[in-house]
């Protein structure tokens, strides 16, 4: 059965650094492209960022560049997301998500932005 | 950047009912665009890929039509479970979501 599991997300104070992780199972992670996404309270989902299978090409959406990193290591089935110089808007549920058109998701896990 | 346009943001329905929700793209996507439905504290679920592809345990009564910039999802014989969050997703140039559609009973 695939699976994601997203974790280290929690409470932090502006401008301080959060990384995430997303741990895969169930199927071959070194042969898909991963995305992350975010939801923040009671909004819409937002699309931030996307790493091939390989980690050859990385994209950002604007909101994110810059300060967010993703990465991953298919050694460990592990995708990561890198979150530096949090703002009170990055506030939001981060998932995970598996290929092309997001056919898995993970649980999701929230960050909290605030003073 | 593609931009999508979804329309309503909310609908009310009975049960039983058909109704359609539509996403317009700033350009051309070619028919990469998926579906999903949100249930409240739940991660979104694929329902729909490539225009009308249905996933795997999507019920028949789920179906997506679209082509060029404009697509429409519609539910047939709404029921109980159907109730959620249903978002578009183009995925030809990066990912956009949709803004959602809040499917209530009326």
């Known amino acids: 059965e695939v699976q994601l599991v997203e974790s280290g997300g929690g409470l932090v104070k502006p401008g301080s650094s959060l990384k995430l992780s997303c741990v895969a199972s169930?199927?071959?992670?070194?042969?898909?492209?991963m995305h992350w996404i975010r939801q923040a309270p009671k909004k819409g989902l937002e699309w931030i960022a996307l790493?091939?299978?390989?980690?050859?090409?990385?994209y950002y959406a604007d909101s994110v560049k810059g300060r967010f990193t993703i990465s991953r290591d298919n050694s460990k089935n592990t995708l990561y997301l890198e979150m530096n110089s949090l703002r009170s808007e990055d506030t939001a549920m981060y998932y995970c998500a598996k290929g092309t058109e997001g056919a898995r998701w993970g649980q999701g896990v929230m960050v909290t932005v605030s003073s | 950047d593609i931009q999508m346009t979804q329309s309503p943001p909310s609908l009310s329905a009975s049960l039983g009912d058909k109704v359609t929700i539509t996403c317009q793209a700033s350009q051309n996507i070619n028919k990469y665009i998926a579906w999903y439905q949100q249930k409240p504290g739940k991660a979104p679920r694929l329902l729909i890929r490539?225009?009308?592809t249905l996933e795997s345990g999507t019920p028949s009564r789920f179906s997506g039509s679209g082509s060029g910039r404009d697509y429409s999802f519609s539910i047939s014989n709404v029921e109980s479970e159907d109730i959620a969050s249903y978002y578009c997703?183009?995925?030809?140039?990066?990912?956009?979501f949709g803004g959602g559609t809040k499917l209530e009973l009326k």
């Open positions: 490539y225009t009308s």
């Open positions: 997703l183009q995925y030809v140039n990066l990912w956009t």
């Open positions: 790493i091939y299978y390989d980690s050859s090409n990385k």
């Open positions: 169930g199927f071959t992670f070194s042969s898909y492209g």
